[in-house]
């Protein structure tokens, strides 16, 4: 499964569990804010990618960055992907 | 010497100069002190009287507190989102007569004295600490206390255009309203809490001076329209700053003056830093510059030494001999900095937002299936800390619709970010050496 199929299932799992309203075309070019996500739902998101995956980027990072778009978003996964 | 008033700081500006704006209206100084006095006359307040100010918008709020401050015993700044039993105790607690919401000023009935006596010379103005155990506590500031760290350089001030993205009466937001006010800059304040229509207001107003949480930060940044505001001064407070957001906003702003203050409602400002760099030096618990008195007791928690602290017991009561206050924060020392590493309560923060622990878990327990729980701060890189939980299941129950069933229960009965976003099942919780559980991970 690709980064990015991997990502989306898990906003769509998190969003069946808690109820969330996500928009139901999600692509790369999806403004995250704009998906249904808030920014608490974010960082559960960022936290349940963290127990799949074995890490966070957000705390990698030498260049911080956060990520407007979904393509944005898995791109730094892919990145620090070992 | 009488003490300054805050209609006294504001009759010194020019009275054509623009003080607040807010999408519908553009308040002069001489339009926002007639309308204090206005209020002020219409109210029948007197010098013995005790002002609630409650559900009001910015430029209502400002208005209360120049028309009282200097003129009332005190003003209660009640926060937005109290239920009504708290609502009611601080009210009664304070000895208020006079309540002014969006609807008026009016003369509450059966007002009583209040339990709480402060002794300061000047106008009280009440603050409710921000505790999510059910009791918030007034602490007792004057317009001294609060605007202790407020710069007042007018020459300065009159090219900083400041955005307003908290509750104003709130110690945060309070700082906010005052630093424009005392240093004669323009104030943008939404009439809206929600954030687009707040980023909207700050972009066409060209905010160059703004103070947030790290996790609101973070927001603005991925949402990159603010990136559009010429910022010069941000402020970050009411959360730890991590070297992630203070770097990734030095990057977005290069021009822009960054500093994360550590402020409680207690203390008011104890001290800002400027160097971009995540904690503080060391060197000041070697007094070596040291902005004020700071100790790290055996324990860990970080004590200060302001000074002025605010009066009352709830202050008293946290003082050592030596007259430092406990924060009940915890530090630790790694190379020349000190940081953060959480609260002694437990007491987790989720984007400036407290939780505490004990609060959830009895919640919790309330969830059929649930045996036993563990509530504790999850690290989190978005939003500071998540309420993370470890759940014993009864025998049989099936986990997967457990977590649904719990999920459900917050929902219904917690606020949005009280509700775990991390849920883990385990065998058996364990206890910690000293018999306690682990509050943070």
Sequence with gaps: MSMKDKIIAIIQELAAESGWKIVSDL??????LESGLDSLGFAILVARLEEELRYDPFTMMDEPFYPRTLGEFVAIYERYAS | MKAETLSGIVGSLCGDHSVVATPSVVCSVGKLLEHADELYRRSSVTTASRVALSGLSALSLMTGLVAFDGKVEAMLLLPVALDEATFDRLIASAGCTHLMDADGIRTLPNCLAGD???????????LATSGTTGTPKLICHTLASITRSVKRDRTKG???VWGLLYETSRFAGLQVVLQALFSGSLLIASESSEFDSQIEAFVRHGVNALSATPSLWRKMLMDARIKACPLRQITLGGEIADQQILDALRRSFPAARIVHIYASTEAGVAFSVNDCCAGFPAAWLRSEH??????????GHLLIKPAKLPDGQEIARRLDADGYLDTTDIVYVEGDRVFFSGRASGAINVGGNKV????VEQHLRC???VLDVHVFGKKNSIIGQLVAVKVVARSGVDTALLRGAIIGYCKVH????????VIFFVAELKESMAGKRERVV
Aim: a negative charge; proline letters at 9%; charged letters at 25%.
């Design chain 2, 158 to 160: 009159a090219h900083f």
């Design chain 1, 27 to 32: 692509n790369y070019e999806t403004v995250l």
């Design chain 2, 414 to 421: 917690l606020e949005k970010w009280q509700i775990p976003g």
């Design chain 2, 367 to 369: 969830v059929d299936g």
């Design chain 2, 290 to 299: 040291s902005p004020i008195p700071l100790r790290i007791r055996d324990d």
């Design chain 2, 356 to 359: 505490i622990p004990e609060f």
């Design chain 2, 116 to 126: 709480t006596e402060f002794n300061v010379e000047g106008t009280q103005w009440l």
